[in-house]
């Protein structure tokens, strides 16, 4: 049985980018749990906010990992599906999970060049270079702790897919 593959990382490490390519790469189905919560709920992260509060969105975050998961899948979640320790220890048990490591300041510039608000939301009000240093200092051990692997998220899309492809064929040698 092919585990579910779940892509972690803060926002602009490229979960939703690199996971489309390492779906391909393998030929597994590939799921962003944003977009699925956006096709059930007929809202975007930024409608969900304002109408529930960040506690509304993260309920509803914990409950499409629930129902994306499945063999065979590559997942790539929202940047604060780790917040919840529930969420962790539930991707730690049921498949491989990738953190995708990259300093704040290439986040920031990602998201600078690309904010797609409607899915980002601020989450301090803070301009975008202080949130993501805030945001990975609070975070970064989550990631951490939440991995069966990390791997360098600032070269490009398709060396990230490699290096995926490399930790989990040594982690299935082991
Ligand atoms: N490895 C990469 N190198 C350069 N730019 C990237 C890389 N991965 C993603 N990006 C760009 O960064 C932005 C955020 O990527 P995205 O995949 O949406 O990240 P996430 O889902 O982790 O928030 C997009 O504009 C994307 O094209
Ligand atoms: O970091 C976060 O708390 C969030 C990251 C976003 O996903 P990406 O990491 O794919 O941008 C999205 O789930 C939401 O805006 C919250
Ligand atoms: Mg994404």
């Known amino acids: 049985m092919s585990l579910p593959i779940y892509l972690i990382g803060a926002r602009g490490c490229g979960k939703t ?10 030929g597994y189905d590939f799921c962003d749990t944003d977009y699925y919560l956006q096709q059930v709920s007929g809202k975007t992260v930024a409608e ?3 109408e ?11 409950a499409s990992l629930i129902a994306v998961t499945a063999p065979g899948k ?3 979640t929202g940047g604060g599906m780790i917040l919840a320790a529930e969420n962790r220890q539930f991707m730690h048990d049921n ?3 990738i953190y995708l490591n990259a300093p704040a ?6 998201l600078e060049a690309y904010p797609e608000n409607a899915q980002r939301p601020t989450l301090t009000g803070r301009p975008i270079a ?10 970064d051990q989550l990631y951490r702790q939440a991995a069966h692997h990390i791997v360098d998220a600032m070269q490009s899309p398709e060396a990230v897919v490699q290096q995926i492809v490399n930790a989990l064929s040594l982690a299935r040698a082991s």
């Not at 980018?17 to 393998?26: F, K, P």
């Open 48 to 50: 969900i906010v304002a």
């Open 130 to 139: 202080e949130e993501m240093a805030e945001v990975l200092a609070a975070r």
């Open 17 to 26: 980018t690199v996971g489309q390519a390492l779906a391909a790469a393998l």
């Open 52 to 62: 529930e509060g960040w506690p509304g969105f993260r309920s509803r975050e914990s």
């Open 105 to 110: 300041e290439i986040l920031a510039s990602r």
């Open 74 to 76: 590559v997942i790539a």
């Open 95 to 97: 498949g491989h999970v």
